[in-house]
């Protein structure tokens, strides 16, 4: 495909295509220089239009890595203040002749809007849009997994069979759940969700998952526990639920994290709320991948921009082992 805008649109075969390229960009981050020639000569623009740390970091640090140029576009002191409309600022990137749209925005749908207009020839990779889908995210997360519960020799049709993977807390209003539960589905791992009734959303039948609303059944079952932050800023403030209720029945701490089996893991993409969804002792345990995840953004997202603007095989790090 041209373009990563949904989770849903990966086959199981593109998905372990993106994990295993991963594992190769992984080994660049090894080497003394930490850098591969790929993608030089060619443009990638990050399109911010909401907050991030982690993301757009990770995306220009992976751009930088393949030896990309990277022009960081954030809306905030942008002309986009004066009114400017999302097809004006695309076409300005034309112009400035990007190769690859890194874009996160607040409208669900904008990263499909981008791609499908006819306003840009570049590819576009949905960094976030809404609370519709965030794939890098998922896919950062299922590489975090393979490594953790599989190992990093897993072949195809390995990857994640059978593992069970809670998601705890604002299922609602998170783009992160909804691209992990078909990214996951698609690897063969069964999702569980748990969040207070208010926070799960209209439809989720539909979903490929099982929804629970008691996390202290679910822990001694899972092999992976991804706590997610409740998001104040997409809720209406009469349903935001009180801290102390929330982390009392759906925050995850020492108490309940020793309840999970010996292997399991706990996950978070990040911004974490440290005492609201989880404990510091939880966050700042051995258990937690929360900067690990974040490391593996860096080679998830080089295999993505990699594969998708069409870098040459022997520029991988496997290959040039080969040749040394
Ligand atoms: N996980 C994640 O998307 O974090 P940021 O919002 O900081 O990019």
């Known amino acids: 495909p041209r373009h990563l805008i949904s989770a849903a649109d990966l086959t199981r075969d593109d998905a372990v295509l993106i994990l295993d390229t991963a594992e190769e960009m992984a080994r660049v981050a090894d080497r003394p220089i930490k850098k591969l020639p790929t993608l030089r000569g060619r443009t990638v623009v990050n399109l911010f239009f909401e907050d991030s740390t982690r993301t757009r970091i990770s995306f220009e640090a992976a751009a930088k890595r393949l030896s990309a140029d990277v022009i960081n576009f954030s809306a905030k002191g942008s002309s986009v203040s004066k009114g400017e409309s999302l097809?004006?600022?695309?076409?300005?990137?034309?112009?400035?002749?990007?190769?690859?749209?890194?874009?996160?925005?607040?409208?669900s749908g904008a990263p499909y809007r981008l791609a499908t207009s006819g306003w840009i020839d570049s590819a576009v990779v949905n960094a976030g849009d809404g609370t519709h889908e965030h794939p890098t995210q998922a896919l950062l997360d299922?590489?975090?997994?393979?490594?953790?519960?599989v190992g990093p020799d897993a072949g195809i049709g390995r990857d994640l069979e059978g593992r069970r993977i809670t998601i705890v807390g604002d299922i609602l209003h998170s783009r992160v759940a909804r691209s992990n539960v078909h990214l996951l589905h698609t690897l063969g791992a069964h999702v569980t969700l748990v969040a207070p009734p208010t926070l799960?959303?209209?439809?989720?039948?539909?979903?490929?998952?099982?929804?629970?609303?008691?996390?202290?059944?679910?822990?001694?079952?899972?092999?992976?526990?991804?706590?997610?932050?409740?998001?104040?800023?997409?809720?209406?403030?009469a349903y935001f639920p009180?801290?102390?209720?929330?982390?009392?029945?759906?925050?995850?701490?020492?108490?309940?994290?020793?309840?999970?089996?010996?292997?399991?893991?706990?996950?978070?993409?990040?911004?974490?709320?440290r005492g609201m969804e989880i404990t510091a002792e939880v966050a700042d345990s051995d258990r937690c991948?929360?900067?690990?995840?974040?490391?593996?953004?860096?080679?998830?997202?080089?295999?993505?921009?990699?594969?998708?603007?069409?870098?040459s095989e022997t520029a991988l790090p496997s290959a040039s082992a080969r040749t040394e």
């Open 289 to 311: 991948t929360a900067v690990e995840q974040v490391a593996n953004g860096v080679s998830t997202r080089m295999a993505v921009l990699y594969l998708l603007l069409g870098g």
């Open 242 to 273: 009180t801290e102390r209720e929330y982390s009392r029945r759906y925050g995850l701490d020492g108490e309940r994290m020793a309840r999970m089996p010996e292997h399991a893991i706990v996950m978070h993409p990040g911004p974490m709320v």
């Open 87 to 107: 097809k004006d600022t695309a076409l300005t990137l034309e112009a400035m002749g990007a190769d690859a749209v890194v874009i996160r925005h607040g409208a």
């Open 142 to 149: 299922a590489f975090t997994m393979r490594r953790r519960l």
């Open 200 to 237: 799960v959303p209209v439809g989720v039948e539909q979903w490929p998952c099982d929804v629970s609303y008691r996390l202290d059944d679910v822990l001694p079952k899972s092999d992976a526990v991804m706590m997610l932050r409740v998001q104040r800023e997409r809720m209406n403030a």
